[in-house]
Every structure is written in C-alpha cells, then in structure tokens.
C-alpha cells in the first residue's frame, strides 16, 4: 500500500499538471500589464498577488531539499524504507519552491504558477502517508498492536483515505486556475472539501494514536519505561514524540490552508506571502525536520530480517551444521 501511494500519485500529478496547463494557455486571453513588477496586487495575470521573494525562497528550498538527502541518506543505512513516501513528498515540496525562483521572474507565467501550486499544497499528502505507515511499525516493535484500534485495517483506511483526498484536492487545486469564474468557484469548493476530509482523518488518525499511548503509559509499564536508562535521543519515547509533533504541525497547516481557500483567492491569507510561510511553510518544515533527528530506522529495526537470520541459524544447529568459531 505504501508503494502504491508516489507511483499512483506521481502519475495523477503529472496528468493532472499537464492536462490544466495546456488548458488553461489555450483558454487565457486575460490582458497582462507590460511591467508586471509594478503593480502585482492589482495585476490581473499575477496569481499570487505578489512577487515571490526569492532570499525566503532559497531558504524554504535549501531547507527542504537538505532534509530530503539527509533522509534519503538516513534509509540507505539505517532502514525504514517504507518513509520513502515522505522522501518523495520532501523532493516535490523542494520542486514546489523551485518553480517560486521562475515565479519570480516570470510573475504572471500561469503555466508556472500552476506547476508551483500543485506540487506546494499537495506534497503534505505524502508526509500523513508516511505517518500512518508508522504506528503500525511501531505498535508490532513494542508488541503493543492490540492497544491500536482497527490496526489489521489501520494503514490500509487511512492511506485510502489520504489517496483519496489528494486527488479530490488535486482535481479542486486544478480547476481553481481555470479563467470562467464558475469553474474557478467550483474548484476552491471542491479543494476545500477535500481538505477538510484530510483535516478530519488526520485528526482521527491522531486520537487513534493518543489512545495508543495513553494505553501503553497505562497498563504497559514495562514497555513504557523500555529505554529509561538509554540516552532520551535512543529512546523510543522520543520518537514517539516526534510523530506526535509531525502530526500536530500538519493539522495546523490543514488549519491555514482551510481558512485561505474559504477566503477565497481574493483574501488576506491568500495575497500575503508572510502568511503563506508562516501557517504553510514553517508547520510543514517542522512535521519532516523533527524525523532527521530521530529517525524511525534507528527504533523500529527490520524484524524481518532478524527474524530470517534467527531462522537461519536455528535451522544449522538443528542441522548438525558446526557453528562458526570466534
């Protein structure tokens, strides 16, 4: 299912960008200003509203593509494959803000503005996706999967349910930069929609988690105090924190981006660039930083893996195989 979510998703999103784009260029006959660094505000070509600013540009995008490697890294050589989905979601949030540097420099580019938009507020999809996978991994290494409620169906309900509103906000986001008015309407309801869906699973998704680990804090003691006498950055507690955290910061970005598109393109939110790295940006950064530092691969280990090497060697001894001298 993890597998299932950047393939299928990756494929929508280009359909989806290339389809809108050609679209929406060959329906565009909107009259753009010959200086469109003069008046951006009021420049009817200028779907920001504003210029990009292009030193917190390269800040949010060196920011985010730095964390990106350092996870690519962090999977190469110690484990947690399955967070490859929130790797793939930091390269396309990294992209995002690249389009932002032609933005800037080519203001009332649609094509461009179309391309940065799709992959900024749909990215987020692919971290909840990585989060989800992880209590699952997390309860089977604490032995705790009987404190997760609905747990054999846990990753596949929530994974469905975030795949299922990336496209309904994917569709939405898409027709949001259509020029009839009706269709632009139509899409901000439907983008709205599908972000409050996503508010509402990861908020069920969390309570599902709280419950988890007030469970555990009360009746698994044992498994509670597990790492007390490890250093706090090797105990599993921590990384449990973090988790926590990843999903606080991206219900409050859910927050934001819920009372921008009920403004409408024409609110405060939408046309000020404070607020979009402010309620948009800085939560984000937070929800993917917070797993450089702890990474999942270092306390949840492949039990698999040590399992078949277990298996292995019992089946030698069993064998009459002579074990190894050291």
Same mark, same amino acid.
């Given at each position: 299912?993890?597998?299932?979510?950047?393939?299928?998703?990756?494929?929508?999103l280009?359909?989806? =960008?290339?389809?809108?784009?050609?679209?929406?260029?060959?329906?565009?006959?909107?009259?753009c200003?010959?200086? *469109?660094?003069?008046? *951006?505000?009021?420049?009817?070509?200028n779907?920001?509203g504003?210029?990009?600013?292009?030193?917190?540009?390269?800040? /949010?995008f060196g920011?985010v =593509?730095?964390i990106?490697?350092?996870?690519?890294?962090?999977?190469?050589?110690?484990?947690?494959?399955?967070?490859?989905?929130?790797?793939?979601g930091?390269?396309?949030?990294a992209?995002?803000?690249g389009?932002?540097?032609?933005?800037h420099?080519?203001?009332?580019?649609?094509?461009?503005?179309?391309?940065?938009?799709?992959?900024?507020?749909?990215?987020p999809c692919?971290?909840?996706a990585?989060?989800y996978?992880?209590?699952?991994?997390?309860?089977? @290494?604490?032995d705790?999967?009987?404190?997760?409620?609905?747990l054999?169906?846990l990753t596949?309900?929530?994974? =469905?349910?975030?795949?299922?509103?990336?496209?309904?906000?994917a569709?939405?986001?898409?027709m949001?930069?259509? $020029?009839?008015?009706?269709? /632009?309407l139509?899409?901000?309801?439907?983008?709205l929609?599908?972000?409050?869906?996503?508010?509402?699973?990861?908020?069920?998704f969390c309570?599902?988690?709280?419950?988890? =680990?007030?469970?555990?804090?009360?009746?698994?003691?044992?498994?509670?105090t597990? @790492?007390?006498?490890k250093?706090?950055s090797? @105990?599993?507690?921590?990384?449990?924190a973090?988790l926590?955290?990843s %999903?606080?910061?991206?219900?409050?970005?859910? %927050?934001?981006?819920?009372?921008?598109?009920?403004?409408?393109a024409?609110?405060?939110?939408?046309a000020?660039?404070t607020a979009?790295?402010?309620?948009?940006?800085?939560?984000?950064c937070?929800?993917?930083?917070?797993f450089v530092?702890?990474w *999942?691969?270092?306390?949840?280990?492949?039990k698999? /893996?040590?399992?078949d $090497?277990?298996?292995?060697?019992?089946?030698?001894?069993?064998?009459?195989?002579?074990?190894?001298?050291?």
């Amino acid at each position: 299912m993890a597998g299932f979510v950047p393939t299928n998703i990756l494929v929508l999103l280009t359909f989806i =960008l290339g389809h809108v784009t050609s679209a929406r260029a060959a329906s565009n006959s909107t009259q753009c200003p010959s200086d *469109p660094y003069q008046d *951006p505000s009021n420049d009817p070509c200028n779907a920001l509203g504003y210029i990009a600013n292009n030193t917190l540009t390269a800040v /949010a995008f060196g920011f985010v =593509l730095l964390i990106a490697l350092i996870q690519t890294y962090q999977i190469i050589y110690n484990g947690a494959k399955w967070m490859l989905v929130m790797v793939i979601g930091e390269y396309m949030y990294a992209l995002g803000f690249g389009f932002r540097f032609a933005l800037h420099a080519n203001p009332d580019s649609l094509g461009i503005y179309i391309a940065e938009y799709l992959f900024i507020v749909l990215s987020p999809c692919f971290f909840i996706a990585a989060n989800y996978v992880f209590l699952g991994r997390l309860a089977r @290494d604490l032995d705790c999967t009987h404190h997760v409620l609905f747990l054999r169906r846990l990753t596949l309900i929530f994974v =469905l349910s975030d795949v299922s509103t990336f496209v309904i906000q994917a569709v939405g986001a898409s027709m949001t930069t259509s $020029s009839d008015y009706n269709s /632009a309407l139509t899409g901000r309801h439907i983008f709205l929609a599908g972000l409050v869906l996503q508010f509402v699973s990861l908020f069920s998704f969390c309570v599902v988690y709280g419950r988890f =680990l007030f469970k555990v804090h009360a009746q698994e003691q044992a498994v509670w105090t597990r @790492d007390s006498e490890k250093r706090w950055s090797s @105990d599993w507690r921590s990384v449990a924190a973090a988790l926590a955290i990843s %999903c606080i910061c991206i219900l409050i970005r859910s %927050c934001y981006r819920v009372v921008e598109i009920a403004q409408g393109a024409g609110g405060s939110l939408a046309a000020s660039e404070t607020a979009f790295y402010v309620g948009d940006t800085l939560p984000l950064c937070v929800a993917i930083f917070v797993f450089v530092p702890f990474w *999942p691969g270092r306390f949840v280990p492949n039990k698999r /893996a040590s399992f078949d $090497s277990n298996k292995l060697q019992g089946g030698l001894e069993l064998s009459g195989s002579p074990s190894p001298v050291v």
